[in-house]
């Protein structure tokens, strides 16, 4: 399950935000958007902001780095109140997401990303080497994407851009306004997963929107629940909110099955993996195939020179060929560690294998996961889940007794 991180302080490259009695007021408008919203994020974190529309979750976003201003209250930035700095100065050093990436269409995927590098005055060779090292962690290959227009990529490849260009100047804090709402579900899935391991190597402190309940239980430490008015409903991490909604409107917004949503607090890592037989982009198909058939296997997992999974390939098309051939490997749906078993059964319901590839934060190869050892684990938890729902009753029912 899905716990907060307790990162050293050395790993740890984001800030911690405060937002102190902060209340946004519009003019013309009876109640506010925000109502003296109080809280603390972490420093190093993931938050996710959710609830209904008109809650004020947008709003109490874009009151971070001033894109609106707020009528009162105060918020810090590692200690600093950021009503004393200048707005543009303040932007250029929060990374900033939205939905579809909003990436300039004139500019090559480069040059979008290099923008606020620029704007702070780094020289042409370090821009360089930041855009090629960004594109590598956002799982796009350098030589292939850095000189394209964003017209030239697909819906996920211009997000995957829009993720890069947050993080261009290395910022402490990233908003990210529903960044993932306009792809179809797989893509999605897959943009989680690598924001996952994106977090997992940076540790920034991140802040991001979306009116996915789901998606707030997956990617939080902590999952703010707003209500209408920008009012606190329960700010907590998603075991808790789960187990013990803190009123009405909690367990409603969450919805039912509760005790189910449990299932998607675990993890691919928590599952142990199989590990069928591999073959390496080059090397002689023949060498290859016997291995997998002494191992009993009917395919191969096809590994690039970093251990990164370019192809999952039956044996009989492995076979065609003299040497291993290189596959296209943003087509490889595969799963990140830190995937909800949820999202596991969702790949693998569409492989023709039977199983989905997992990877590390750096996308190399930790092996397959399969309907046994996936729906085996979901199992287990959900007996635990249901022991603990039921303990609880009678612990209930026990004091009502003796009162």
């Not at 956002?138 to 030239?152: A, I, K, M, S």
């Not at 096809?302 to 009989?316: E, M, N, T």
Request: proline content about 4%; overall charge negative; aromatic content about 4%.
């Amino acid at each position: 399950m899905t716990t907060t991180p307790a990162h050293a302080a050395s790993e740890v490259s984001g800030i911690e935000i405060e937002l102190e009695e902060v209340q946004k007021r519009y003019p013309g408008q009876k109640a506010a958007a925000v109502n003296s919203l109080s809280l603390t994020i972490p420093a190093g974190e993931m938050v996710i902001f959710v609830g209904p529309s008109g809650c004020g979750k947008t709003t109490s976003l874009k009151m971070i780095n001033r894109l609106i201003k707020p009528t009162s209250g105060t918020i810090r930035l590692g200690g600093e109140d950021i009503s004393g700095r200048k707005s543009d100065e303040l932007r250029r050093h929060i990374g900033y997401v939205i939905q579809g990436g909003s990436l300039f269409p004139h500019m090559t995927v480069a040059t979008n990303i290099a923008i606020v590098p620029k704007l702070l005055g780094w020289d042409k060779a370090r821009i360089t080497e930041r855009v090629d090292e960004l594109l590598d962690l956002v799982g796009l290959e350098p030589d292939r994407y850095r000189d394209r227009y964003p017209r030239e990529l697909s819906g996920g490849q211009q997000q995957r851009v829009g993720v890069a260009r947050g993080l261009a100047a290395d910022p402490p804090v990233i908003l990210m306004d529903e960044p993932f709402g306009a792809v179809d579900p797989i893509t999605r899935q897959r943009l989680q997963d690598e924001l996952l391991g994106i977090q997992r190597e940076l540790h920034k402190t991140i802040v991001m929107v979306t009116h996915d309940i789901d998606e707030a239980i997956k990617l939080g430490d902590r999952v703010l629940i707003l209500q209408e008015g920008g009012r606190i409903a329960q700010y907590d991490t998603p075991e808790k909110i789960l187990a013990a909604p803190a009123n009405d409107f909690v367990d409603d917004f969450v919805g039912s099955g509760s005790a189910l949503k449990q299932l998607s607090l675990s993890r691919v890592s928590e599952v142990e993996l199989r590990k069928p037989s591999t073959a390496t982009v080059g090397e002689a198909s023949r060498e290859a195939i016997s291995r997998a058939e002494a191992a009993g296997d009917n395919s191969l997992v096809i590994l690039d020179s970093r251990r990164r999974p370019v192809a999952w390939r039956f044996l009989r098309e492995v076979a065609r060929n003299d040497t291993i051939l290189a596959g296209d490997r943003e087509k490889l749906v595969t799963l990140d560690e830190r995937a909800t078993l949820n999202d596991a059964l969702d790949v693998m319901l569409a492989s023709s294998y039977g199983g989905a590839i997992v990877n590390d934060s750096r996308d190399q190869y930790l092996g397959v996961a399969d309907f046994e050892s996936v729906t085996g684990h979901m199992r287990t938890v959900e007996k635990a889940v249901a022991q603990e729902v039921a303990a609880e009753e009678a612990a209930a029912d026990t004091g009502q007794v003796g009162s």
